[in-house]
């Protein structure tokens, strides 16, 4: 189960209700949570003003995320 339905769930709201509160469309929240889409930064953003203790970290961020990355390298500015 994803970290956005757990959270969904943990407050008892309907995926209606939380785009609501959130401020965008019902069809958009639910591409979020069932991970059809990643969530924009606008998205993010509207989810932290309305639940401001959230760990929006923890919610939409995983280590999976940069399971990749080789945090012992050092960029050498001729990247890109």
Request: glycine letters at 4%; one cysteine or more; hydrophobic letters at 30%.
């Amino acid at each position: 189960m994803n970290k956005l339905l757990e959270f969904r769930n943990k407050l008892n709201k309907s995926t209606l209700e939380m785009a609501s509160i959130i401020g965008v469309s019902k069809s958009y929240y639910e591409k979020i949570e069932y991970e059809d889409r990643n969530p924009s930064y606008n998205f993010i953003t509207k989810f932290k003003r309305a639940f401001p203790n959230a760990d929006v970290n923890a919610i939409f961020f995983t280590n999976e995320s940069h399971a990749g990355c080789d945090n012992n390298q050092t960029p050498t500015g001729t990247e890109g």
